[in-house]
């Protein structure tokens, strides 16, 4: 038995044979050609071939990992597609009369060697993108395939890096693991691994030879290790893991379509955050009662100008209707501090935390604000959505806010533009002032949702960026719990609801004592909320709450 | 001929992803657009050209534009510097 570690980047145990993956050999020759202009034609024709290819891989990896992995696919075209590099193959083509493979091999090195030479880690990175594109067109035009598995079984794929255009191009279902001896955490691999959820491991130290290619293997993407032909004693502890992980996802399986209800009767609703209509599938997926939390701010983030009540209404309608009349809340608006859209040209602040941010700017620009308002409330025709406010901290903001949806709801009646006359409002709490006047505020709205990220940063007066402040920050401070406990209280003692739409809300060490509380929505991102229901089926929150009373009599 | 200055503010400078947008703003145009920083000039003909000025966040980069559509051209190349970085 031989074990190599490395940097996991995604947990679970794979049981296998490994496949080393090698590139096939590029080494290009250099050839006299006598027609410089018919081997140019051939470069061009091998390019619009290179940049279709892209576009095949762009699309598939849309599907696997998203926008943000796929973007590089796109990069990679226009890489094809840059003048500078054109010019310098032609060039060589032209003047040294040689083949299209070699002046691709020569541009890519020269171009690659550009980047390596300048000083920025990123750009020197883009090194290997420049590798990839000529690799790639090398490979159409000598009519080469571009490396791949060639396995009729599952297989742990041991590599020494892989370009995102070799990790699309695998059978998803042949591969149990990735194990690569470059590669960093927030690269293709990395995210591909997250989104199939099967273990990875990067900066592993394993050699690419015979020594492990073919070898029975265990990946454990929990602790970092690559056991080869493991001995017996170490594959049966594996294999028991290995077990005990299936089981809990059958599990989990098994939860989805049960109602969130304790042993002893109490409902709990269990919600998803999202921040994107993609996440829409997620959210079905888990099984999620509704949506506690959409944040509505990628909408400004992703625009370069204003987005309009139209781009709006649609994106709000899409996702009323997707949930096809499961509870919707809108967050509104809330930028400022950490995020930012230079179109709102908010002036530079020395603590952007406590700044214009969130609700202060919407009630700085009304303008803004009732934009979105008229957008939710027209979609709320289509499903059943509420409308929630972040950064809170008097009644005589919400009394504002009222207001004004009040204004815009008059609108829309003159116009005889139909939305849902109850739809409930509600507010984020998130300032320890909120909590102090929780009870003037729950006279006012529907329901709260606790923030706890925010609540905790303000209440303990530390920024949760800050790294050096790690061993003062404690989640569950008392603090903290007692103002939950009097958030749901206030909500309670006024007809509203409360929920905790924050980071808080997904600890499951804590879910018997929001339970306890009685919070009636927990709201956390989608791939949390089966573990959730798993806790509130096997509570007993009398039998709990009795236990807590004898600890502290 | 028309230019412009810009200091960036985007802390990643110009990468790869706005670099790739600012070259299908200026594809197929009938525009010639060059782009400097301090005494480096590079024609802008594709995405490595002006990512190997590795322009970042505090740099001032130049943009220049010679031929027909030089002003309309340069107004979007503004209006997407301004928005992105």
């Not at chain 1, 603090?479 to 409360?498: C, E, F, Q, S």
């Amino acid at each position: 038995m031989v074990v190599y570690s490395g940097k996991s980047v995604f947990g679970g145990i794979a049981i296998g044979k490994i496949c080393v993956y090698a590139k096939e050999d590029s080494q290009v020759k250099r050839e006299r050609i006598e027609d410089p202009e018919a081997e140019i034609k051939r470069y061009h024709e091998a390019k619009d071939v290179a940049i279709e290819q892209l576009g095949v891989l762009y699309e598939k990896a849309l599907k696997e990992v998203g926008e943000d992995g796929a973007g590089v696919f796109e990069a990679h075209q226009m890489m094809l597609d840059d003048g500078d590099y054109i010019d310098s193959v032609e060039n060589i083509i032209r003047t040294q009369s040689v083949n299209a493979e070699y002046a691709v091999a020569q541009t890519g090195d020269q171009m690659a060697q550009m980047f390596l030479d300048m000083e920025d880690e990123y750009f020197r990175g883009r090194a290997a993108d420049v590798h990839d594109i000529s690799e790639r067109l090398i490979g159409v035009l000598s009519g080469k395939g571009s490396g791949g598995i060639q396995t009729d079984e599952q297989v742990i794929i041991v590599a020494d890096d892989l370009a995102p255009s070799e990790t699309v191009q695998m059978d998803k279902d042949k591969i149990l693991s990735f194990v690569t001896v470059h590669g960093s955490a927030n690269s293709h691999t990395s995210i591909l691994a997250k989104t199939m959820n099967i273990p990875a491991m990067i900066g592993c130290d394993i050699p690419l030879d015979d020594t492990v290619n073919g070898k029975m293997a265990v990946v454990d993407g929990f602790e970092g290790k690559v056991y080869i032909e493991p001995n017996e004693e170490t594959m049966a502890a594996k294999k028991k893991l290995y077990e005990e992980e299936q089981e809990k996802k059958a599990l989990l399986e098994q939860l989805k379509g049960k109602d969130n209800v304790t042993l002893d009767g109490q409902h709990i609703n269990l919600y998803a955050n999202i921040g994107n209509t993609k996440d829409l599938g997620l959210v079905l997926k888990n099984d999620a009662g509704g949506i506690g939390l959409f944040r509505s701010e990628f909408i400004y983030l992703g625009s370069q100008d204003y987005p309009t009540e139209e781009e709006q209404f649609e994106i709000y309608k899409t996702v009323a209707q997707t949930m096809a009349g499961k509870k919707v809340i809108i967050r509104t608006l809330d930028i400022g501090a950490d995020k930012q859209a230079d179109y709102f040209a908010l002036p530079k602040e020395e603590n952007p935390a406590m700044g214009l941010r969130a609700i202060r700017i919407c009630l700085t620009r009304p303008e803004v604000f009732k934009t979105q308002l008229r957008a939710i409330l027209r979609a709320s025709a289509f499903g059943k959505i509420a409308i929630m406010f972040p950064m809170i901290i008097s009644l005589e903001e919400v009394k504002e806010i009222k207001g004004i949806v009040n204004e815009v709801k008059t609108e829309l009646d003159d116009a005889g533009i139909s939305y849902d006359k109850n739809i409930e409002l509600g507010i984020m709490i998130e300032t320890p002032a909120a909590v102090m006047v929780a009870d003037e505020l729950a006279e006012e709205v529907d329901f709260f949702s606790v923030g706890t990220n925010d609540l905790t940063q303000y209440t303990l007066a530390i920024d949760r960026q800050n790294d050096s402040l790690e061993k003062f920050y404690n989640s569950h401070h008392p603090a903290i719990l007692k103002m939950l406990k009097m958030i749901v209280d206030a909500a309670h003692r006024h007809g509203a609801w409360a929920g905790i739409c924050g980071e808080l809300g997904a600890d499951l060490t804590l879910t018997k004592d929001f339970l306890a509380m009685g919070f009636d929505e927990l709201s956390v991102s989608p791939g949390r909320i089966l573990p959730l229901r798993k806790i509130v089926l096997e509570t007993d929150v009398s039998e709990y709450k009795k236990s807590l009373n004898e600890a502290n009599p | 001929m028309a230019s412009f200055d810009y200091v960036i503010k985007d802390v990643h400078g110009i990468h790869a992803r706005p670099a790739t947008e600012l070259f299908k703003l200026i594809k197929g145009r009938d525009c010639v657009v060059k782009v400097a920083k301090g005494d480096k000039e590079v024609p802008f003909k594709g995405v490595m050209g002006i990512m190997s000025l590795g322009a970042k966040q505090g740099d001032s980069v130049k943009f220049s534009f010679e031929g027909a559509e030089a002003d309309a051209l340069m107004a979007e190349v503004k209006a997407f510097m301004e928005a992105n970085l």
